[in-house]
């Protein structure tokens, strides 16, 4: 965790510890969604004697990505609450941009730059030039979800879409962050009605909506969601600024708890929906994702604020040193599982392998593994020094240009990324 920012009212930057947790399993079960995709490894196993069927969850958990963009637009705005309420100010529009591009970059390039050069290019998966400098350009400008060949059906790596979509809102966030602090109301309402008008349209108008379900316009209702997450969560820790908070008491706690019980069956309840609508044909898969899209997001926040403000023994079954581990890498991984496995399945394994449990499990277990490993690597070898180079550079640089009696801003909290230097515990 970094240093306390200097402010004027000697508060310190938020970080709510139980958001590595879900960041955690939300990725990992990503993760699984993409090798059973590959492997269908059966989703029944036995737990002390016990059946346990999560078939459905890994059909669904796609859907999580939904809840990692909502973690995004929480963490994002978080910052910008605490200066409203406590005077902390945050860095300007052109650090946040800056901080954004040394966080994501790296590693993004890393992976285009051996897909491309290890992978479309030997197997030719281009059909001529012009389609590899297409596809090429438009993921250097995070562009390519607007086509459909650079979208759904780019060799160099499917899963970036996420990172696309990320890195177009951080283009329009600032304003909206300035905005939503003058006219929350106004400002949340209106990115949730364009998400919500967006999804409405595509639904009822668009009979081939591949291309367009996973746009950046149409999850401005879960950003939106995400923001308002962050002022309820800074609201219910400060309390009334007299007695204090409400949940620094037990009971409170233990009926967040409840809470956080209650909104896990609901998102099981959604993705069990969600998983039997595939008997309809991909079309009616996708329609129901833009229908189940709001409501999945409302019980995931409830989930998040719940899980934050129950008892912190209970929290620690989210935040501790495996989930925080697994956070810190988890950009990476979710980078590289997925054309790791791809790769593995068509070099290392037989065509039986949808037939076969043993190979399948040896091969679920292998894809995860190395994919961690991978991630490691990328994480502690490319992206954490070059963030802290950067980073390093920067703070000189202004060191050198800064009144010495300016307060520093802190820069935002990272989104759906971990920063590499976050090592606090629990909530600041």
Not at 377 to 398: D, F, K, W
Request: aromatic content about 12%.
């Amino acid at each position: 965790m970094r240093s306390p920012v200097n402010n004027p009212s000697g508060t310190r930057r938020m970080t709510i510890g139980v958001l590595f947790g879900f960041r955690a399993l939300m990725v990992l079960l990503v993760c699984n969604f993409h090798i059973w995709q590959l492997g269908w490894l059966p989703q029944y196993f036995q737990i002390f004697g016990i059946p346990l069927n999560v078939d459905f969850i890994t059909r669904s958990s796609y859907l999580l990505v939904d809840g990692l963009i909502l973690m995004s637009g929480l963490l994002l705005y978080l910052p910008y609450v605490q200066e409203s309420r406590q005077g902390i100010p945050v860095i300007g529009t052109r650090r946040f941009y800056l901080n954004r591009l040394v966080r994501i970059v790296p590693s993004y390039l890393l992976s285009v730059t051996v897909m491309l050069f290890f992978v479309a290019l030997p197997q030719t998966r281009y059909g001529s030039p012009q389609a590899a400098a297409k596809d090429i350009l438009t993921h250097l400008s995070f562009t390519f979800t607007f086509w459909k060949d650079t979208y759904l059906y780019t060799p160099l790596n499917g899963a970036l879409w996420t990172v696309a979509v990320e890195m177009q809102f951080y283009l329009i966030f600032p304003f909206l962050a300035r905005a939503a602090q003058k006219k929350p109301v106004l400002t949340l309402t209106s990115m949730a009605l364009v998400g919500i008008g967006y999804r409405a349209l595509v639904y009822a108008c668009v009979p081939e909506n591949a291309l367009l379900i996973n746009q950046m316009v149409g999850f401005l209702d879960v950003y939106a969601l995400g923001m308002l997450g962050a002022m309820l969560y800074v609201r219910m820790r400060e309390g009334n600024g007299v007695s204090g908070s409400l949940f620094a008491r037990p009971l409170p706690q233990i009926l967040a708890g409840v809470v956080f019980l209650a909104a896990l069956y609901g998102l099981g309840a959604l993705m069990r929906v969600q998983s039997t609508q595939s008997l309809g044909g991909v079309e009616a898969l996708r329609l129901s994702q833009l229908l189940i899209r709001l409501p999945f997001a409302l019980c995931m926040l409830t989930a998040m604020l719940g899980a934050a403000l129950m008892p912190r023994f209970a929290q620690k079954l989210l935040d501790n040193r495996l989930t925080r581990f697994m956070a810190a890498v988890s950009f990476n991984l979710y980078i590289w599982h997925q054309p790791l496995s791809a790769q593995i399945a068509r070099d290392w394994f037989p065509d039986t392998l949808h037939s076969q449990p043993p190979l399948q499990r040896a091969y679920t277990v292998l894809c995860l593994s190395l994919a961690v490993i991978v991630a490691m690597a990328a994480t502690y070898g490319v992206e954490q020094p070059i963030t802290r180079l950067s980073h390093q550079l920067i703070e000189n640089r202004r060191n050198r240009h800064e009144r010495p009696q300016t307060p520093k801003a802190e820069p935002s909290t990272d989104p759906l990324f971990l920063r590499a230097e976050e090592r606090g515990a629990g909530v600041d």
